[in-house]
């Protein structure tokens, strides 16, 4: 792959209508100075000072925010927020990055999921506590997940792609539900011309008829579930790549950290598309949002399977690049790090 061709498909991006459907997090950061501790007058106990915090949309959040920094020229969110606080937070983080969040639907049933993360600072270093989480621990709403449904028809005919992102870990209780997945399956027969594209932390198994995203360890957890929990050889995780692909009846992408994305080739076989090198600390947190943001807006700019998964392996090992926070890459930090990576 050129630079000329990294060029070529990174010049389209400004063209493209991606949606994404999926959970949207919120993810907050609050900073504690342990030196101005007190102690509370009713309890006796410790009263953390909150000097500072970091607000950002995660989850699906994520992916629109590495979507917004590739140029994306309109992006679409469908899901359901609460209609409290963190609600309001997650929209203008969302309007920020240019958004569109008319199908992003604010309920007063459910809460807007949040990770809330304390980070006690001390001689001028941040060390991150225990997580607070708020989650909807009830089976989605019937009338919320219509509602969702509706909105992806309306969105499909507007998009070149919609991106369903799947994090959460019990059966229908996100987004993401059984009937949603069909919904998809059906919108892929509908808009054939339409790239549909899913990454889900428990159900990559359940999607048909359009293009999934895994890691390695997830991929030979499904097929090969007797290997559960060992080290992944590519030897092993070649064969899960293809049984995947016969699974859900399209094109599988396996990430496989440090050493790239496993693709499968139009001649069936599967190809490792190497990852560049990692220079200094790395913080992998939002590694995989970040490549599926390049994967399918290449997708989108008519690159082969491999052309997009080379623009995935270098948008996350920019973004990894930055500590402590979901970091994201520009058009330009992506040919520079082809340049460099390629000794152009």
């Not at 995660?58 to 590495?66: F, I, L, Q, W, Y």
């Not at 203008?92 to 459910?110: W, Y």
Request: glycine share 8%.
């Amino acid at each position: 792959m050129t630079a000329q061709r990294i060029q070529q498909i990174l010049d389209t991006f400004p063209k493209i209508k991606i949606a994404v459907i999926g959970d949207y997090f919120l993810d907050k950061w609050l900073t504690i100075d342990r030196s101005l501790d007190e102690v509370s007058l009713e309890t006796k106990l410790t009263a953390y000072q909150v000097i500072g915090k970091r607000i950002f949309a995660g989850a699906a959040g994520t992916v629109m925010s590495n979507l917004s920094a590739l140029d994306i020229g309109e992006l679409y969110a469908v899901g359901f927020i609460g209609d409290d606080g963190e609600g309001f937070e997650m929209l203008r983080d969302l309007h920020a990055k240019r958004v569109n969040t008319d199908l992003l639907i604010r309920s007063p049933h459910i809460m807007t999921p949040t990770y809330t993360k304390p980070m006690f600072l001390e001689n001028g270093v941040e060390t991150e506590s225990n997580r607070l989480d708020f989650k909807n621990k009830d089976v989605t709403p019937a009338g919320l997940e219509e509602q969702v449904i509706k909105n992806l028809w309306a969105v499909a005919p507007k998009v070149d792609a919609i991106i369903a992102l799947d994090q959460i870990d019990d059966a229908n209780h996100g987004v993401i539900t059984e009937r949603v997945r069909e919904e998809l399956a059906k919108v892929a027969d509908a808009y054939p011309n339409l790239i549909i594209f899913a990454d889900s932390r428990s159900f990559i198994n359940k999607f048909t008829n359009i293009i999934v995203k895994c890691n390695d360890l997830e991929a030979v957890r499904i097929v090969r579930p007797e290997l559960a929990g060992t080290k992944q050889e590519l030897d092993v995780v070649k064969p899960c790549l293809t049984a995947l692909s016969k699974l859900t009846g399209r094109r599988v992408f396996v990430t496989c950290g440090k050493r790239g994305v496993l693709v499968l080739r139009d001649d069936g076989e599967a190809a490792l598309i190497p990852a560049p090198c990692d220079t200094g600390p790395v913080d992998i947190v939002g590694a995989g949002d970040a490549c599926t943001s390049g994967i399918v807006s290449s997708l989108c700019a008519g690159a082969t399977a491999e052309e997009a998964a080379t623009v995935g392996n270098l948008t996350s090992s920019i973004t990894i690049q930055f500590i402590g926070e979901c970091g994201v890459a520009s058009r330009e930090g992506i040919l520079k790090r082809f340049n460099e990576h390629s000794g152009s």
